[in-house]
């Protein structure tokens, strides 16, 4: 079946760091890939997706680049900000009837 | 006004009490879903309904069961809830030309005492 593994939090940066979260996925066929963005007491948001093989998802400064052949969809941001403090999470899409498949999640704490 | 609301935001309830919890959207959308996040774990799919008629079971629907009333309400219920069913639960919708993007709505948190 469809999995998705990140890399386990929390990440702590100083503001204006480089940011990356991996994640890798198992999968047939050729599924959509998503990050969401949890902001503390809030519902998930949509932050990116690609969907198919070397597409670049991208917003808000982040991307992530679709690697069909590593089956990963790392998430990538060149300089973090306090207000990006949040938990990220890697899903993995085409599981019928556009069904997520989540991975755990991975808390970023941005300090000043 | 959000899009995707969900009622109660927070919940307290004993061993063996039925509660539900109720979903409205007001994004046309035709899918709605169920989930329940706990620490460490992530989202996990309870239920989904494609539309008025149709209800799917999704990872982990012991326990649960949920009534599509119409197309814009999703009610999920614990008809004899149990203290690991304590948990952060999230309604989401998709729909349209971009049916892969899920909107969440912002959660209710239930404790089972």
């Known amino acids: 079946g469809n999995s998705v593994t990140q890399m386990e939090g929390p990440v702590t940066l100083s503001e204006e760091a480089f940011l990356t979260i991996n994640c890798t996925y198992t999968a047939t066929g050729y599924p959509s890939l998503f990050w969401y963005v949890q902001y503390p007491g809030e519902g998930l948001q949509l932050l990116l997706k690609a969907t198919k093989a070397d597409d670049k998802g991208s917003n808000k400064g982040f991307e992530a680049t679709y690697r069909k052949e590593t089956t990963s969809f790392h998430l990538e941001k060149g300089s973090v900000q306090v207000s990006d403090s949040a938990v990220y999470f890697c899903?993995?899409?085409?599981?019928?009837?556009?069904?997520?498949?989540f991975g755990t999640g991975t808390q970023l704490k941005v300090e000043l | 006004d959000a899009d995707v609301t969900q009622t109660p935001r927070n919940r307290i309830t004993k061993t063996g009490k039925r509660i539900m919890l109720e979903c409205s959207q007001t994004?046309?959308?035709?899918?709605m879903y169920w989930y329940r996040q706990d620490p460490g774990l992530g989202l996990r799919l309870i239920y989904y309904s494609f539309d008025v008629k149709d209800i799917n079971k999704g990872e982990i629907s012991d326990g649960y069961s949920v009534s599509r009333q119409a197309q814009a309400k999703f009610s999920l219920s614990l008809e004899s809830a149990i203290p690991n069913q304590t948990a952060l639960y999230f309604c989401a919708t998709s729909g349209g030309i971009r049916a892969d993007e899920q909107f969440f709505g912002p959660g209710t948190r239930l404790t089972v005492l």
């Open positions: 899903a993995l899409g085409g599981g019928g009837g556009n069904k997520l498949t």
């Open positions: 994004k046309g959308h035709d899918r």
